[in-house]
């Protein structure tokens, strides 16, 4: 762990992950290896189990806070897990993340879905933005969690927000979420901490930009007409036709184009974009659709691309600009990582888990699972992506 800066209070994680098919048997692995790292009871556990584990995940959560003695626990499934600077793909995996978090209040809820819940289930307010961060984890099939970071947002502006969707149930009521002792098959789990530790963000959306920036000039729904007046499909071929054909067969084959979230923005950092599909052109007006309903008329846009080589540059750039090394502050983290990286894009084992592991030092404290879509801010409002690596880094406050 490294030292928090002068004058904060920095607190201590520790992570496991155990490969184990007996859950029994993973649970004490886990147990006992957080509890050899911290020394005691952590504050807080976040749990990731694979659906290896079948009819015996509702009772993880209980077989956890047992086994630490935690104060607090959320969780859910996922297709593969991470801890310890590994990722388990196509293995059983329970992973788990214990903090002790000195000065801060810990409260996990479990939010229903509005059909259980009513439409109240939609406002979810913190009680002090000025000192809050929040982890979300979703069932995909029941939480409308569009709708949901957008009344998040609209009630807790500012607030940092990053997590994911379960993952690894194929139909509604195969996912599980853990809040405390008790699993359920539907809704979301959040953990607010309000205090001295705080949630940095690092969003790696895996994607480079190539061209110029695109001025969009005419806009309907989530049909780009024009930029600059003219018709969109024809300048982003001309733009295409500027590119190196390395660069042209990438867009061909996965098309992206990026939105500046702050209008004021025209120059780019890592992070600085949403990424979203271009999913077609309409050929009558020559537009391009966007999967972005957010998409206006005067909002800057800017193709993309996505290859495994554009993926690792883009995640250790936003791990830097996270501030936190040059702090020594970052003390643990969770990881939200689309099942769609791993192997199949880097062609090797743990890439995610070892270039955090490398940014932060030997050892450090992380563990994940691989997600349905991650969470996490762009521009300072959060978004659900795809193909990203949405990671968590705890801190404290200064």
Request: glycine share 14%.
């Amino acid at each position: 762990m490294t030292p928090a800066p002068s004058g904060a209070t920095a607190g201590t994680c520790a992570a496991a992950l155990s490969t184990e098919p007996d859950l029994d048997a993973a649970v004490a692995e886990v147990a006992d290896a957080v509890d050899g790292q911290l020394g005691g009871p952590p504050d807080l556990v976040v749990a990731f189990a694979t659906h290896h584990h079948g009819g015996e995940l509702p009772r993880l959560g209980a077989e956890l806070v047992e086994a630490t003695s935690t104060g607090a626990l959320a969780g859910c499934t996922g297709g593969w897990t991470m801890g310890g600077g590994r990722e388990a793909e196509g293995s059983p995996g329970v992973a788990v993340l214990a903090a002790r978090f000195p000065g801060t209040e810990i409260e996990v809820t479990h939010v229903l879905p509005p059909a259980e819940g009513g439409p109240e289930t939609l406002d979810f307010e913190v009680a002090d933005p000025e000192r809050a961060s929040v982890l979300v984890l979703a069932d995909p099939f029941s939480f409308p969690i569009s709708a949901w970071l957008t009344e998040f947002q609209r009630g807790n502006p500012g607030v940092p927000l990053v997590g994911g969707l379960a993952s690894g149930g194929m139909a509604p009521g195969q996912n599980v979420l853990y809040a405390g002792v008790d699993s359920g098959n539907s809704g979301a789990a959040l953990i607010t901490l309000t205090g001295e530790t705080k949630i940095v963000p690092a969003v790696s959306q895996g994607c480079r930009p190539v061209g110029e920036p695109l001025v969009a000039t005419r806009v309907e729904g989530n049909l780009v007409l024009e930029f600059r007046g003219r018709p969109a499909a024809k300048v982003m071929f001309e733009v295409l036709e500027t590119l190196d054909e390395d660069d042209r067969k990438l867009f061909q084959n996965g098309a992206f184009i990026g939105r500046a979230v702050d209008p004021a923005q025209s120059t780019f950092r890592p992070g600085d974009l949403l990424v979203r599909n271009v999913m077609g052109i309409e050929p009558q007006r020559h537009a391009l659709a966007i999967a972005d309903d957010g998409i206006r008329a005067g909002v800057t846009l800017q193709l993309m691309v996505r290859d495994a080589p554009s993926a690792s540059a883009e995640l250790e750039a936003v791990l830097d600009l996270a501030g936190l090394e040059t702090a020594g502050a970052a003390f643990g983290g969770l990881a939200f990582t689309c099942a769609g990286r791993g192997q199949g894009m880097f062609g090797k084992r743990d890439h995610d888990a070892a270039a955090i592991e490398r940014r932060f030092g030997p050892g450090f404290p992380l563990a994940g699972f691989s997600a349905n879509g991650e969470i996490g801010p762009v521009g300072g409002q959060p978004f659900l992506h795809a193909f990203t690596a949405s990671t968590a880094l705890f801190a404290p406050r200064t």
